[in-house]
């Protein structure tokens, strides 16, 4: 009796490890298989937030809602034999992920970058627009008109915002802010000044960073040829260094402001206002624009030549002209005069 009591208990004891060994290599069969296959992500892909101080089932629990996987013993298998840092961010889950390969998605820190763009010319005005409207950055400072914070604040010694951001394509991430893109445009701009600065040619009618800066901000707004921005910047230094007025009307509609209906008139040009260089002599109180590093390098070097004018050519370019009589015969062929 005892030998086969004995027999029996080693057949049950047989039998169950083979019920556990076989249970066991189903279990990881199909682990095996989870882990290799594809998420349920549609065609067009999906986005996925990793909110900060998210991380283990909660991580799964959120691709369950958006319905690319469901939670299920196999992720926290997986989280235990492959152990990763998963990093906050936004990322996108292209077709053919699978649960292996999103975790080292997340684990990479590899996170959709978005873009955006500064353009040469804009007006701080249109650059707050267009961060006030972007829907992806955090709005961190008030920039409605008008605007509820103060550059000083933020940016040591600016009273003026007007010019002071480099216009080129920033990239970011969400969760970053308006703010943020202010700081590196700024800064960007500050690198680019002061190597136009540091290099400038001799004999400029200009005596300061801010000086040049202003300069370039009336070249921006005069050409968006490259071929033409040396050119004209040697019109504008002849005519400071002679004292003449800069006559240029750019500046003019910058001190009309909102007010400006898209037509200059000759009353705009003899009513007086702080930026008006028609009625005033020198540069302006400020930057009308942001220079692009174009422009900066423009008045930073100027073209040699006699030139004092230039007016519209009516195909996107300017004529120039060394004396006033010249010019007028200029303007008259644009007006159809001759």
């Known amino acids: 009796m005892a030998g086969g009591t004995v027999k029996k208990l080693l057949l049950t004891i047989f039998a169950l490890l083979l019920a556990a060994a076989v249970a066991a290599a189903l279990a990881w069969r199909s682990y095996d298989r989870f882990v290799s296959e594809p998420l349920d992500v549609p065609a067009a892909g999906a986005v996925f937030l990793v909110e900060p101080g998210l991380h283990g089932m ?34 996108r889950v292209m077709p053919g992920s699978t649960p292996r390969s999103l975790l080292r998605l997340l684990a990479s820190g590899q996170v959709i970058h978005y873009r955006f763009t500064i353009v040469e010319g804009w007006t701080f005005a249109q650059l707050a627009e267009r961060l006030r409207a972007d829907p992806v950055l955090v709005h961190e400072i008030d920039l409605g008109e008008p605007y509820g914070w103060d550059p000083g604040t933020h940016f040591e010694g600016m009273a003026h915002a007007e010019g002071w951001f480099l216009p080129e394509t920033y990239r970011f991430i969400r969760g970053d802010s308006d703010l943020d893109i202010l700081r590196r445009a700024h800064a960007a701009l500050r690198e680019a000044l002061d190597e136009a600065w540091s290099g400038r040619d001799t004999g400029l009618p200009v005596d300061s960073p801010y000086e040049l800066l202003i300069l370039a901000s009336i070249i921006e707004k005069e050409t968006a040829r490259e071929d033409e921005r040396g050119r004209i910047a040697g019109v504008f230094v002849r005519r400071l260094l002679k004292g003449m007025r800069l006559q240029t009307d750019p500046t003019v509609i910058y001190g009309i402001g909102d007010a400006f209906d898209g037509d200059i008139r000759r009353r705009d040009l003899r009513t007086d206002t702080p930026y008006n260089t028609y009625t005033r002599h020198g540069l302006p109180p400020t930057p009308i624009a942001m220079p692009g590093r174009a422009s900066l390098q423009a008045a930073a070097h100027p073209e040699e030549g006699e030139e004092l004018y230039f007016v519209a050519d009516g195909s996107g370019g300017h004529t120039f002209s060394r004396t006033l009589a010249e010019h007028q015969a200029a303007v008259d062929k644009l007006l159809g005069r001759n």
């Not at 690319?68 to 990093?87: N, Y």
């Open 58 to 91: 909660a991580i799964v629990d959120g691709l369950a809602a958006l319905g690319l996987t469901r939670s299920s013993w196999q992720w926290r298998l997986l989280m235990r034999l492959e152990p990763a840092v998963l990093k906050a961010g936004e990322y």
